[in-house]
């Protein structure tokens, strides 16, 4: 018997064992993206930046660039230099020396020499660079002495622009600067975007509005999910055609709800502006979405309306879960509505509660097309969220890497609102089986 025990798996390995599969995909689908964005998130990559488009963890030549962009510098300085007389000439010809000994010095290397020809054919035949090619690595030393002639050649020809001595100065410009770009430097950065943010008034502002958007939006779907559940868990005529009715601003997409909702809130036709106006609830229909505080109001209605179903689909399953007998035996013990709602329905439904509010108050701190579509986080940053934040820093500015800290740090602060929850959640599981 012992030894069959031995032998064989605990129901505690036997768990694990089963759940493996689980937290494999978990880790692969939900891990591994978080981990990503935090990788790069230590380096500056910008999508604006040709040096700084990819990971760099050491000095490096683009060949492509390169091999693409030398030629044009050596033939635009010899033109130069056929059109010039005298000193001109003569400097514009040392110029030219001062870059192929820069190239010499280069292809000393053999790798570098190799790959030259092999990338210069490529492009001739127009074909891609594959990224075995596309990148060699430099010393320091030798970035640097390409970076000096490279920077005084540019100088030299801006001093001969200046001086009116080129026939062509704006070219000057152009082709060092596209020389230049070929150079790569290690980017990595560590925490230094984490650092910023701390110090960010932006960021923190997007935080508050995102946490002000939440609660009040949740609190509001909340109670208002609840008086609708409560409505359809009662009998009465056309009960399954006000359910359909109400699921309905659920099933509408967001955009379409948000752009739907910026005609209604429009400052000259739009009726729900109007509406509040002439009741008196704003000044001017203008005020709606041109205004900080009207801005965050119209938002946070618009998701109220377009997110209570999903709170009152949630409740009203929870309320289908109790037993009728309760509130039966409550009324023939002489307890009022009031009394069985707080001593009956809340108690049995505090489980569904939390679940409700975990998924609700997730979404709607992730928030970002309803807002996008209907304010794009103004005016003037008033109604800007994390994500919103995140997506301006990522797409717009074309900053990866600092976009990808925004978005760790949406992650973290999703984290740790779910560990919350599920703390919460796990402790009244757990007290209600230990009252069984």
Same mark, same amino acid.
């Given at each position: ?48 930046d040709p040096t700084k488009t990819e990971v760099h963890s050491s000095y490096g030549l683009d060949m492509e660039r390169y091999v693409s962009t030398l030629p044009n510098l050596l033939r635009y300085v010899k033109r130069e230099a056929e059109s010039a007389e005298g000193a001109t000439k +003569? $400097?514009? !010809? &040392?110029? =030219?020396?001062?870059? *192929? @000994?820069?190239? #010499?010095? %280069?292809?000393?290397? /053999? ?29 320091? +030393? $030798?970035? !640097? &002495?390409? =970076?000096?002639?490279? *920077? @005084?050649?540019? #100088?030299? %020809?801006?001093?001969? /622009? ?43 502002? #997007?935080?508050?509005n995102t946490f002000f958007f939440t609660v009040v939006s949740v609190a509001i779907e909340l109670v208002l999910g609840m008086g609708i559940a409560l409505l359809l868990n009662r009998p009465f005529r056309g009960r399954g055609l006000v359910r359909a009715t109400v699921l309905i601003p ?87 509505r009031f009394q069985q709602f707080f001593r009956i329905t809340l108690p049995m439904l505090k489980s569904t509660i939390l679940v409700a509010l975990l998924f609700r108050t997730l979404d709607a701190f992730r928030v970002f097309d309803l807002i996008y579509a209907l304010t794009g986080g ?59």
């Amino acid at each position: 018997m012992n030894r069959q025990n031995k032998g064989s798996l605990s129901e505690k390995q036997m768990g694990y064992l089963l759940i493996f599969p689980a937290l494999l995909i978990i880790l692969v689908i939900a891990i591994w993206p978080v981990m990503r964005s935090f990788w790069i998130s230590l380096h500056d990559i910008r999508l604006n930046d040709p040096t700084k488009t990819e990971v760099h963890s050491s000095y490096g030549l683009d060949m492509e660039r390169y091999v693409s962009t030398l030629p044009n510098l050596l033939r635009y300085v010899k033109r130069e230099a056929e059109s010039a007389e005298g000193a001109t000439k +003569e $400097q514009l !010809d &040392a110029i =030219r020396q001062q870059i *192929e @000994q820069m190239n #010499a010095s %280069l292809n000393q290397t /053999g790798e570098i020499a190799s790959r030259y020809h092999a990338v210069d054919q490529l492009l001739l035949e127009f074909k891609p660079i594959p990224a075995e090619l596309k990148y060699v690595t430099l010393t320091g +030393e $030798q970035t !640097d &002495a390409v =970076r000096t002639t490279l *920077e @005084q050649a540019e #100088a030299a %020809l801006l001093a001969l /622009g200046a001086q009116k001595q080129l026939s062509k100065p704006e070219g000057a410009v152009g082709v060092m600067e596209g020389i230049q770009s070929s150079l790569i430097e290690p980017n990595y950065i560590g925490f230094a975007y984490y650092q910023k943010f701390l110090t960010d008034s932006r960021m923190w502002a #997007a935080l508050y509005n995102t946490f002000f958007f939440t609660v009040v939006s949740v609190a509001i779907e909340l109670v208002l999910g609840m008086g609708i559940a409560l409505l359809l868990n009662r009998p009465f005529r056309g009960r399954g055609l006000v359910r359909a009715t109400v699921l309905i601003p659920w099933a509408i997409p967001t955009v379409i709800s948000a752009m739907m909702w910026k005609f209604l809130y429009d400052g000259q036709n739009g009726i729900v502006a109007h509406l509040f106006e002439v009741t008196g609830l704003v000044s001017d229909m203008g005020v709606l979405l041109s205004t900080k505080a009207g801005a965050m109001f119209s938002v946070i209605l618009a998701d109220v309306w377009k997110t209570t179903p999903f709170m009152a689909l949630l409740l009203f399953a929870g309320l289908q879960t109790i037993p009728q007998s309760l509130y039966e035996a409550a009324s023939v013990d002489g307890a009022n509505r009031f009394q069985q709602f707080f001593r009956i329905t809340l108690p049995m439904l505090k489980s569904t509660i939390l679940v409700a509010l975990l998924f609700r108050t997730l979404d709607a701190f992730r928030v970002f097309d309803l807002i996008y579509a209907l304010t794009g986080g103004g005016p003037a940053n008033s109604t800007e969220t994390i994500s919103i934040y995140a997506y301006k820093t990522m797409f717009a500015q074309m900053s990866f890497g600092e976009g990808s800290a925004l978005a760790v740090i949406v992650f973290l602060c999703v984290a740790l609102i779910s560990i919350g929850y599920v703390k919460i959640l796990g402790a009244d599981l757990l007290g209600e089986g230990n009252g069984k």
